[in-house]
């Protein structure tokens, strides 16, 4: 089938083109600057250069397309009127695709609490507006909720690395949510299987692997996973999460903005409320954390090496 894809120079696009590609399918990448996809699949694609906010760019990219993935979020720049941002985004997107024929849209948004929107973070409340705005057209939307997405190139997970190389464990009021991780590669597979049997109808499902840990518990493992120890214990009654965010996003080299959107969702539980998904893909989500974490290690070891021999930053 011929599939747009958004945010291929992203973790999650970048990540699932190739395996759109080994499936069959013919896949066409809408990107602000083509410059930027240097991946090894890039003569194997189409590329239409463009943003997600152009419906005209949207048009051009989706003409002819049957399914498109919507793997874009705003976060990497000021926080400012984020919610607007998005909502416009997915507006100019869903109008894009409806005009050039799309059949399925497939959405990859943040695990978020429905009945808890009032107090949920700005990133997480975008998310879920992105969403409602996508559902506003004709076309089917298949909103995929997850919360932190393990593998390598992830903004989450190196933000976890961060937090699991520190010499300071810190325990902060909400070290005790809870959060539901998964495995990159179990995300891929679903993916696949929702743009290969879509549901013919506007479908959201919560997404998330087998365990289900506090914020602490998942710092715990990651630095067994690492070998960094178990940190000086450090607990501070009161720490808002963005107090940490510039120097998380420092060390982890992710854009500040990212981290500033990212960590507050931490003061929220991020699990799986709605259980449907087994019911609709059974059998994707099953990486226990533990080896989830292990291989999301061993890729980051090894692509470091890989940009240490190039020369390159990692
Ligand atoms: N990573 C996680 O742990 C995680 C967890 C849950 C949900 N998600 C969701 O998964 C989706 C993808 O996340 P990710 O981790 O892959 O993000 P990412 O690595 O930060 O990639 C974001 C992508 O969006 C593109 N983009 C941003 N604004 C755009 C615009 N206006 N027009 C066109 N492209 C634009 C970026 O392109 P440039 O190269 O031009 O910047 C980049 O390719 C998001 O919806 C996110 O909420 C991710």
Redesign the pocket.
Known sequence: MDVLV??????????LVPRLLDAGHRVRC????RA??TAPWRADVEVVE?????EQ?VLRAADGAEAAF????????SARHLVERERA?AAAFRDGVELGGVRHVV?????VDEAALATTSVHLYA?QQ?GVELRRGTVPVTE????????Q?????DLLVTAARSPVALEAPWSGSLTQ??A?ED?LALLLAVVAAPPGRHLTLD?GGPDVVTYAELVRRTRAVLGTGRGLPVRVPYLPPEALALSAAQLAGV?PS?ALG?LPSAQHDAVVRDERLEQWYPGVAVTPLDTALAAAVGARTQRAAVDASAGTPG
């Open positions: 958004t945010g291929a120079t992203g973790f999650v696009g970048g990540a809408l990107v602000r600057d930027r996809l463009g943003r997600v906010e152009s760019a919507f793997l874009v979020h705003g976060m990497g720049s985004a959405y990859l948004g943040g695990l998310r992105a995929l909720r997850a919360g932190i997405v393990l593998g190139g992830s903004a989450s997970f991780p998964i990159v995300l997404v854009p990212l990212l």
